[in-house]
């Protein structure tokens, strides 16, 4: 996905071409490694358990980007985000508690 993406965009980004500065790299090393460490990590809990137990704290990273996005750009979500985050939480929600039951009937 990144590749293509970075070679769709680099014909629109090569006439604006403006470099970097010394912050704005450090910054992007700075997501990169965090980027890169979470996978890490939730790829780890994949390991160690069932996908099914896992999968609702995958979600969590719409609250975090929520959070981030107030914190450092004060981004106001509207009404329609908060009903798309209730709609996404929800589902997930759901889906966790069958697959739960799901599993725990199959253990009996």
């Given at each position: ?22 912050y704005q790299i450090i ?11 979470g996978q890490f990590f ?67």
């Open positions: 996905f990144s590749t293509f993406s970075s070679l769709v965009c680099l014909p629109l980004m090569i006439p604006e071409f403006t470099p970097m500065s010394t910054m992007l090393l700075c997501a990169g490694v965090s980027a890169t460490l939730v790829t780890s809990a994949y390991f160690h358990a069932p996908a099914n137990e896992i999968s609702i704290f995958d979600y969590t990273a719409l609250l975090f980007s929520t959070l981030w996005g107030f914190i450092f750009f004060k981004q106001i979500p509207d009404i329609l985000s908060f009903l798309g985050y209730a709609i996404i939480f929800g589902a997930a929600f759901y889906n966790f508690k069958r697959k739960l039951k799901e599993s725990e009937k199959s253990k009996a």
